[in-house]
Structures are given as structure tokens and as C-alpha cells.
């Protein structure tokens, strides 16, 4: 059986000041909802958060960075799920659950199913989310547990056992032909894992610890942010942030850069090519768009085939 890690998202810490570090730490019987005052959970420096934000004509809840003028998501809980009513609750229930409760969505949702009551939550200033038990021991936490179904995103980045960091469409077999894109050393076996630093440095390290390929190179400015996600175009992008300058999110590293390589990006009866450096799509010859809003589903004869047969 494949050993595969699904990523979709990361985020790297920063470094706090001194006088702003500081742990929130969240009790059992706390309660957020998407309307009142409490409806996130902060970091102890303010960047990080945890609760409830507006998604289509509801709410989701995930971590997203607060402290920056771009509020950005870096993890959503029950991503498939559709949007939450207004009237949903958080609820850290007393022994230990975190569960969401609506009169309008039915049965309570779980968002971390775990065996083990927590005794307390933490909103760390690493972006990391983190329920612990009475000992103080990790419980689970949201870096453990990075998304993997998403939408609107059609891709997959996985450490494959033979050591390549790889993508694909998913639903997808892991075979060359659909894969569109990897990384790494071949011989190097099952135990490479994809690591991604503070200081924003991305890299695979196999079994024995030694860095097999850089991919990108860290920065120690302080007061910078990291992240790395696979955009709903299916190229993998790390992108920085500068907290000293109210600037706008970059990006510091790209793939692949053929902007069409990503397989199935047009979906069937289609076809890819490049407009203005960007990746556009085209049905062919005798077809036409299944949806105008998203091009996942491809493109259908614009004839049937009665009107074949008198021409
Ligand atoms: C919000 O949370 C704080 C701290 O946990 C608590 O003291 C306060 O009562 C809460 N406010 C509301 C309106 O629930
Ligand atoms: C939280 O959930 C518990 C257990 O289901 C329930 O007893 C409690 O009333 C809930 N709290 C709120 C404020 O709804
Ligand atoms: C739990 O760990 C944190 C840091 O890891 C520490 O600050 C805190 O005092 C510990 N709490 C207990 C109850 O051991
Ligand atoms: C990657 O970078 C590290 C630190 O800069 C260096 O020690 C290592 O040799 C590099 N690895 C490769 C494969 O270039």
C-alpha cells in the first residue's frame, strides 16, 4: 500500500516580538459563533486565527491569518461540506469535543475526531491549531491534518515511495501519464519527506537526513511569512509576506511554469494553450462549454446527432 502524504496547504511560522508572544489557550465550554463578538480564537500575537469565516452565503470554519489587510485561509475543517448557517455554534464541549451545533444544518458536525477528550486548544503563532490533553500532550493538531480534498482545486501534490514529490489531477492513477509534474532523486526510496521551514526553505530530506534537493532557498529576514499551496490552476506556488510592509502577498517560487501542463485543467473536449503568459481554455471544433462558470466539466457536441443524418 502507498504511503502518501496529501498536502494541499502550509503554512511557516514567523517570529514574534518579544512583548507580543504569548499562548492562548481555550478551555473546554468555550464557545465561537459566526455573528457575535467571540467567532475566532487569536495566536497570542494576533496573526493566527481560528473560527469562523464568510464563505459563499454562509460560513466555514478554518485558520486563516488575521494581522495582515489580505486575510488569507491556510486551512478549512469539513472543506466539502457546503457553507454553515448563521445560527451554527462552535462548541469546545465540556469533555472535550469540538463539534459544531445548528437547530438549521441537523446533527452536530465534529470537525477533530479524536478518542481522547482535549483539555484544552491553543491557536499557536505558528498557524498551527492544536487540541491537548490533560498531560499536555498533543491530542491532534491541524499541521498533522492538512486538507485534502479541496474545491475548487482539481490537483494533488503527494511524496510518493520512491521518493518524488509528485502532481496530479485528482482521482487520477499515480502513473506517469497523468502526473504533470515532480521533484527529486531517483534511488533515494521510501523515507523522503518534504520539509518546509520557518524561514520559508523548501526541501526534501531522505531517510538518512541529508538534503536531496533544495527548492527553495530560505531568507532569515525576520517578520516574514510562508506559504504553499497548489492553486486552483493546479501550479504549486510559495508565496511570502512581509508583516513590516503592508504590501501583498508574493510569489517567491512557481510549478510547473508551463502554465498548461497541469492534466485535465480544460477538462474532456477541450484543449489548453497560452493567453498573455496565462493558461486559457478552448472547446474543440463541434463542441461547446458543459459550464460557464468552471471548465472542470469540459465541453459537449453542440449538435445530436439526428441533424448528422440530413447533412
Ligand atoms: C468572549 O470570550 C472571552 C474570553 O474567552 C469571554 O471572556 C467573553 O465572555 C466572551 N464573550 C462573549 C460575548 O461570549
Ligand atoms: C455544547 O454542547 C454540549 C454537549 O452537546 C451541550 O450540553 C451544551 O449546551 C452546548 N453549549 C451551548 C452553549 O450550546
Ligand atoms: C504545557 O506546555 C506549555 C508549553 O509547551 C507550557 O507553557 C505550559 O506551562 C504547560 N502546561 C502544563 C499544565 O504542563
Ligand atoms: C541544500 O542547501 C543546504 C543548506 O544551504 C546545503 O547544505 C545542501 O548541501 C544543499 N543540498 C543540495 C542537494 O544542493
Known amino acids: 500500500m502507498?504511503?502518501?502524504?496529501?498536502?494541499?496547504?502550509?503554512?511557516?511560522?514567523?517570529?514574534?516580538?518579544?512583548?507580543?508572544?504569548?499562548?492562548?489557550?481555550?478551555?473546554?465550554?468555550?464557545?465561537?459563533?459566526?455573528?457575535?463578538?467571540?467567532?475566532?480564537?487569536?495566536?497570542?500575537?494576533?496573526?493566527?486565527?481560528?473560527?469562523?469565516?464568510?464563505?459563499?452565503?454562509?460560513?466555514?470554519?478554518?485558520i486563516?491569518?488575521?494581522?495582515?489587510?489580505?486575510?488569507?485561509?491556510?486551512?478549512?475543517?469539513?472543506?466539502?461540506?457546503?457553507?454553515?448557517?448563521?445560527?451554527v455554534k462552535l462548541n469546545f464541549t465540556s469533555d472535550g469535543r469540538l463539534v459544531l451545533q445548528s437547530a438549521q444544518a441537523g446533527p452536530e458536525i465534529v470537525i477533530v475526531s479524536s478518542t481522547e477528550g482535549a483539555a484544552a486548544a491553543s491557536m499557536l503563532d505558528t498557524g498551527n491549531f492544536v487540541l491537548y490533553n490533560s498531560d499536555n500532550g498533543t491530542i491532534w493538531q491541524s499541521f498533522d491534518d492538512p486538507t485534502d480534498t479541496f474545491l475548487p482545486g482539481i490537483f494533488r501534490l503527494i511524496m510518493q515511495e520512491d521518493g518524488w514529490l509528485a502532481m496530479y489531477p485528482v482521482g487520477s492513477k499515480f502513473t506517469l501519464e497523468y502526473g504533470y509534474w515532480g521533484l527529486g532523486v531517483s534511488g533515494e526510496g521510501t523515507d523522503v519527506t518534504l520539509n518546509?521551514?520557518?524561514d520559508g526553505r523548501l526541501y526534501l530530506l531522505n531517510g538518512i537526513g541529508i538534503s536531496i534537493v533544495n527548492i527553495t532557498t530560505g531568507d532569515p529576514t525576520k517578520g516574514v511569512i510562508y506559504r504553499l499551496r497548489i492553486d486552483p490552476d493546479g501550479i504549486l506556488r510559495h508565496y511570502s509576506y512581509n508583516l513590516d510592509q503592508n504590501g501583498d502577498w508574493k510569489v517567491t517560487w512557481s510549478s510547473p511554469g508551463d502554465m498548461c501542463a497541469p492534466n485535465?485543467?480544460?477538462?474532456?473536449?477541450?484543449?489548453?494553450?497560452?493567453?498573455?503568459?496565462?493558461?486559457?481554455?478552448?472547446?474543440?471544433?463541434?463542441f461547446q462549454r458543459v459550464n460557464e462558470d468552471s471548465w472542470t466539466s469540459g465541453c459537449e457536441r453542440n449538435f445530436d446527432s439526428k441533424s448528422c443524418k440530413s447533412n
Open 64 to 87: 486563516f491569518i488575521v494581522g495582515i489587510p489580505q486575510k488569507t485561509v491556510v486551512w478549512t475543517a469539513n472543506r466539502d461540506n457546503p457553507p454553515l448557517p448563521g445560527d
Open 196 to 198: 518546509f521551514d520557518d
Open 264 to 286: 485535465g485543467l480544460c477538462g474532456i473536449n477541450a484543449f489548453c494553450f497560452l493567453n498573455d503568459r496565462k493558461a486559457a481554455c478552448k472547446c474543440l471544433p463541434g
Open 2 to 62: 502507498a504511503t502518501i502524504l496529501l498536502l494541499l496547504l502550509f503554512s511557516a511560522s514567523f517570529t514574534v516580538d518579544a512583548q507580543q508572544a504569548g499562548q492562548s489557550v481555550i478551555k473546554p465550554g468555550s464557545l465561537l459563533t459566526p455573528t457575535c463578538t467571540n467567532s475566532s480564537w487569536l495566536s497570542g500575537s494576533g496573526l493566527y486565527a481560528f473560527g469562523f469565516y464568510k464563505q459563499g452565503n454562509g460560513y466555514a470554519v478554518g
